[in-house]
């Protein structure tokens, strides 16, 4: 339906002493019940709070008229640019369901449960104390809730129950016990861009359902720009930030304000996503940043020795992960491959070294060589069993593996004898992972494959003489079909959550992951389906996969969903970590820019 008409006679009477008047168009194609349709009007504007009020009268005439009246009447009121489109939004959204629900069963877990909480589509009705309040379905994504416990505690803070207590846990059992008479509702919503309206699904505009190749490319490319506008001086990339609450401060690490919390992993992250966007443009500004951020990675560098020869380690936030080796020597090797610069050879084959060094006699790569909890936070050689379990990690073992198949593949001039070692462990290490890890830790695995790095390893292994191992394969292609078997689809999906399409879940039920991380490893299965001249196994992956980049498609930061961010600039252009939850961090961005810049070459 058109509602230009709508909000330009809501533009103009909040503009001017002109009475609201309702268009015949706007009155037909909006559902108001007087029982129900609770009405808000709320003002959007770069670097102010938003302006709301809500009401609901006899007709939808009256009660716009009466939400401009408090509005207009309001001392904010004056701080907003209300007669210019570009300045200030305007959203407009309208109660168009209730229903019952029992408060202590509420759930984000069960698809089919009467009381599923739905962030962003279901809001909530709640009476406390003689005072009826609304949590509208839009105040999951403009106040980036996304958990009933996120959404307790902040009807908490609204009604007064947060008085009684600090502790989130016990706002959270109040809200449940209290007696607060609770129901749900649904609404339709709009919100203005410049001159256009915008329809509203989960908060966000429903354009982002769009999906093609250029738009694919326009997404990875202003994303790999917002890295670039977000690197410090030293190189480093802006670590995480809250659109909602305008913080850099990571909510992980509340603590580590100054200096801001970091991570070596993923910002070596960051610098392939860069070469990724120079791969596909060949700007090199995209490789000079990249450069710029190899040399914050070198000031983490600490030397040792392995056989007696030179080799280096990252040591960050008092630990070396076997992940950090793995990752910078990924980075280090793209940017070789791609700028046929040989000035980081030293780092690179330090990383090599020191990598190695950490695959033991049965093939097993130990997760940390230094951490402060641990041998009194000196080298961990040979370390026992129980110290290998409490340091397992999914993720590095693959990291370093892919580094060093990227160095194996594309290193011209590598030493007989480190070559032959190289060869050797790297055979040894993905032997274990492959065959022995199942066993060995099996309690660890969970129903939702999360071992993409060791994918993409076992991609390019596969391509050397005497690793084209069965089992290799089989395992790249079983886990890509655990993750489908794992997949959100428009047969297992409910009327209100079709943009759960694409996205992957542990147990049924579960909130959507959109998980561009886990997207690596099936573009990487894509890959090797064609390296193996496996059409059918290609189609079949790219079916779904398509599905995956649709859906992660809609966590990206446009512009027309950047309304209710205080710092409209900041996250733009980023990708956040759930539909509604608006959190960024640098490796919600990077892992989208490495699959989608992977499958851009696909479609």
Known sequence: MSLSNLFTNIRESLTTNNKFVLDDDSKNNIEFDPKISQTYITLFQEGNKPLRWGSKKEDLQTTIQRVIYKIKTNKRFSTFNIDDPNKTRIMFEIVTKQYPCNIRNLTIMKMNSPNRFESGITGLKYRYKDTTRYFMPTDGYTKSIMSVSQLLNYLSKQCGVAKLTNKISQRVHLMRREPIEYSFIESNAWV??????????????????????????DRVLKSSNWLIKNMNEDGSFLYYYDPYLNSVVDDMHPNMKDPLYNNILRHSGGTISLIRAYELTKD??????????????????REHSYNGEYACYPYFNKKSKLGGAGIALVALMHYKIQSKENVFDKEIVGLVRHILSRIDDEGEMIGYYLHPRFNNHQPLINPSDDIKKELFSFYYPGEALLGLALYHNFEKDIPTNLKEDL?????????FLVDVRPIKYHYMFDSLPADAWLMQAIEEWVKVDGFKKQSYIDFVFDDTKAMFEHMYTKDNVLDINKDYIGGFYYNYGDHVYHDASRNEGVVSAYYLAQYLNDEQKANWIM????????????????????????????????????????????????????????????I
């Open 284 to 301: 090199k500004l995209y490789l000079e940043k990249a450069k710029d951020s190899i040399e914050f990675l070198k000031t983490t560098l």
């Open 543 to 602: 079916e779904n996969m398509l599905l995956s980049a649709k859906g992660l498609m809609q966590t990206f930061h446009c512009e027309e969903s950047v309304y209710p961010h205080i710092d409209q600039q900041k996250a733009l252009h980023s990708f956040r970590f759930k539909l509604t939850r608006q959190w960024v961090r640098v490796d919600s961005v990077q892992h989208a820019v490495c699959f989608l810049a992977r499958l851009y070459y696909k």
């Open 423 to 431: 060869l050797l462990k790297s055979k040894m290490a993905l032997d």
């Open 192 to 217: 203005t861009y410049k001159d256009t309206i915008c329809e509203l699904q989960r908060g966000y505009p429903k354009e982002q359902l769009e999906f093609s190749k250029e738009i694919l490319l």
